[in-house]
Structure formats: C-alpha cells, structure tokens
C-alpha cells in the first residue's frame, strides 16, 4: 500500500474540505477504495499507486478550481471529479469578458464602455494612462487586470503605489511608524485586492512580496521586470515622480497609472505630472490615454450628481 500527502497552501482547508467535511465526503465516495486522512491543512490519501495517482490529480483539480474562481461547491466537485483527464477549467463556464473570479464567485468585468476600452487598450499596449473623476472604477479595473495577468502567469508579480500626498491631512502628525502612516492612503488598493483573491491567498502573496503595496518613494532605483506595476493618484505626481515610475519598466512589464485631474492634492504652485505626461507621451507607439467619464460612474447614483454640481459650480 502506497500513500500520497497533498498540502493545501492556496486556500483555508474550510473552503476545500467544506463545513463538518461536507466536500471531503463527496471526495471519499469518489474515491471508495483509498483511505483519505485530512488534518489541518493538508489531506493524505493510502491505497494503490494507480488510485493515488487519480486522486492527486483530481483533487488537485479542486484546489485550481478555487484559486482561479474562489469557490468550490458540491456541484463544481462532483463535475470535476467526473472528468477523465486534470481540466480545472470544465466548470463552471466563464465569459470572455470576466476579469477575475473574485471572492463568493463575484464575477469581476468590466462594466461600462470605457472600462471595456481600458481592457482592450491594456491587451494592446504596454503602459496605459486611465484618467477619470471619481467612481469610474479606474483603479479597480486596473487591479482586475493585474490580478488576471497574475493568474494567468503572464507576470510572476504585481506592484501597486501610490503618492503619499496628503489630501488636506498633515501625514507627519498622524501616529503610528512609517507604515501606519502610509497605510491609510492604499487602502483602495488593499480593498480591490480582497475582492479579488481569497484571504489566505492575498496573504501569502503580501507575505512573499508576489503582491507589494508601496508608496511611490519607495519606487526609486528598482528596475521592475515581469511585473504588472499600477500607479493609483497619478494626478498628485510631479513630473520628475511620474517619469521616475514609469521607467522603472523593465522586460516583460505592463505598467497602468490611473488618476483624477479634478482633484489636485500638490501646492497650488506645483504642477501635475499626470496633466504635464499627456501632452509628453501623447504620440508615443504602444502608450495609450483612456478618458473616464461621469457616464462611467458605477458608484451610487448621487457620486455623478455631486460631481456634476461641483463642475458647474467650479465654472460659475
């Protein structure tokens, strides 16, 4: 009798074996002639080499299945287990237009026509700038396609920053170290990225740096190569910052930098770098500019009236 041990690193054992094994006893009745031990977060299998290795690759396809769409239920169980060959994709089928998978089996996509362009620009070229108001969805979007990319092992990491610009707050007096201060100011980043991937999963990636969350400071002399690399309030950049960043690039990188030039948190006095890169970059091969509108708007209904009565108020 031989015996296989599979670690379960991807995801919390709860979401594998199911509540009270509810899941592990659809995969014992699969498996009728092996003896399956689970404990913690790893299950060992006892019986013939040739169930065992049936078992390692089936089960292995439950654990792809999770990583890639973020849920494993009965259904998804018994249909993969039913397959003759390792084909994590069987179930359930997915639109070409879904981004990722998110948490709960959220389908993440794009939802308006210049999120689409986004996606679609992002596909073609290589460094793309999402200029918008707020709501648009530009920074989530860009996450999304970060996170696809890392799934698709088209890049081995994703870098996401920011500028440490104070919108009206004084970062000096806040409490807390270095990055207690700065924390504040990537939260959005942190909350499209659990919406993204399962806990024990962003966890791992924040823990060995495949996911990193950086102020844009932190950026100077690094070369960022097989990245996926997004700069979120682009508009709070100086020139000098935002070229910085952008040639970090290096080989097999995408790089997005979002922003807002409506809301402008450097002196008065000191100008935009993302204002100051569109007429720079503007005719550069494989760079594109997508412009968000209100129209793109997917936040409650009031964030597009707020904005359009503080535009007009702004003209006057």
């Known amino acids: 009798m031989s015996e296989k041990t599979i670690h379960i690193e991807s995801a919390h054992p709860l979401d594998i074996f199911g509540p009270n094994d509810q899941n592990l006893e659809i995969v014992r009745n699969a498996?009728?002639?092996l003896k399956l031990l689970s404990r913690d977060n790893f299950i060992k299998a006892l019986g013939e080499e040739s169930d065992l290795q049936d078992f390692e690759e089936k089960f292995t396809s439950l654990l792809l299945h999770f990583e890639k769409f973020g849920r494993l239920t009965k259904s998804d169980i018994s249909q993969l287990l039913a397959v003759d060959t390792l084909s994590p994709m069987l179930a359930p089928e997915t639109s070409p237009e879904v981004l990722v998978h998110g948490k709960n089996g959220m389908l993440i996509r794009a939802r308006t026509a210049n999120q689409r362009r986004m996606v679609e620009s992002c596909d073609r070229n290589d460094l793309v700038f999402a200029i918008g108001p707020a709501g648009t969805g530009k920074t989530y979007t860009a996450v999304a396609l970060a996170v696809r990319a890392l799934k698709n092992h088209e890049v081995n990491r994703i870098i996401l920053t920011r500028p440490a610009v104070e919108a009206g707050e004084n970062l000096g007096f806040l409490p807390g170290d270095l990055k207690e201060k700065l924390d504040p100011y990537l939260q959005p980043l942190y909350d499209a990225l659990r919406d993204m991937l399962p806990a024990q999963k962003l966890l791992q990636?924040?823990?060995?740096r495949t996911i990193e969350i950086a102020p844009l400071a932190f950026m100077r002399g690094r070369t960022l190569n097989n990245a996926f690399a997004i700069l979120d309030e682009g508009q709070n950049t100086t020139p000098n910052q935002l070229k910085m960043f952008l040639t970090r690039m290096g080989a097999s990188a995408k790089f997005i930098v979002t922003g807002d030039i409506t809301q402008i948190d450097l002196p008065?006095?000191?100008?935009?770098?993302?204002?100051?890169v569109q007429s720079v970059l503007n005719d550069v091969p494989d760079i594109d500019f997508i412009y968000l509108d209100n129209s793109d708007i997917i936040r409650h209904k009031l964030v597009g009236r707020i904005i359009n009565a503080y535009g007009s108020q702004m003209v006057k």
């Open 31 to 33: 498996f009728p002639k």
């Open 205 to 208: 990636y924040l823990e060995d």
């Open 268 to 276: 008065k006095h000191q100008v935009s770098g993302l204002v100051h």
